[in-house]
Structures are given as structure tokens and as C-alpha cells.
């Protein structure tokens, strides 16, 4: 089991930026696949991102190409999404994940260990 931590979540205005991490302990995160994944009040959680164990494959939703980057330095076993031109629609808690396969990485499912979440709300 890994152990997974959020961080960077905030408030900002539409248009700006942030840079979320996933720190991880307990297991190196050069076993895993990991994503990004983000809940809005009285919404179901939904993927947002994810990237291969070796960072060499990233998937993303639909509506954050283009927008977000999901990254990976297994040297510090953390994982990053910056989000640049947020909108008040990304509003949400974030959650980061690790998933023991390197298939179907936008699936809840795959996933094993989740974080506690960071909360992000963009203003518009």
C-alpha cells in the first residue's frame, strides 16, 4: 500500500494557475501508474489526468487538454498537475491515485490508493 498526500489546492481567480503535488510514501512510485481525479459538490468523482509508471504515456479529460499537465519525478516520488486557465468550472476537491496496471487509467477502478484530496475553487 502506498500512502498518498495532496498539496497546492487554493483559491484563485479564473485565468490563473496552480501547481498541485501528490507526495508519496510507504512504496516507490516507479511501481505505479498515476491520476488525478476530481470531485464537485453533489457530483461524482471524474477523471482528470493520468500518466503512465514510466511518464511516458499522459491521458487527460477532454475539457483540460491543452490546459493541464500531469508529470511525475519518481526520484522524489511525487506526482504534479499544473493547471494553468482555470476556470470556475475545475472547482473541486482533487484527489491523486496509484494504480498497480498501466491499462484503463480512467477508470476509478484501477485504482488502489487515494489521497485525502486538496480542495481547489477558481472565481470567476
Known amino acids: 500500500q502506498v500512502q498518498l498526500v495532496e498539496s497546492g489546492g487554493g483559491l484563485v481567480q479564473a485565468g490563473g494557475s496552480l501547481r498541485l503535488s501528490c507526495a508519496a510514501s510507504g512504496r516507490s512510485l516507479s511501481r505505479y501508474a498515476m491520476g488525478w481525479f476530481r470531485q464537485a459538490p453533489g457530483k461524482e468523482r471524474e477523471f482528470v489526468a493520468a500518466?503512465?509508471?514510466?511518464?511516458?504515456?499522459?491521458y487527460y479529460r477532454n475539457p483540460v487538454k491543452g490546459r493541464f499537465t500531469i508529470s511525475r519525478d519518481n526520484a522524489k516520488n511525487t506526482v504534479y498537475l499544473q493547471m494553468n486557465n482555470l476556470k470556475p468550472e475545475d472547482t473541486a476537491v482533487y484527489y491523486c491515485?496509484?494504480?498497480?496496471?498501466?491499462?484503463?487509467?480512467?477508470?476509478?477502478?484501477?485504482?488502489?490508493?487515494w489521497g485525502q484530496g486538496t480542495q481547489v475553487t477558481v472565481s470567476s
Open positions: 500518466i503512465s509508471w514510466s511518464g511516458a504515456s499522459t
Open positions: 491515485a496509484a494504480s498497480p496496471r498501466d491499462t484503463g487509467l480512467g477508470y476509478l477502478s484501477q485504482y488502489n490508493d
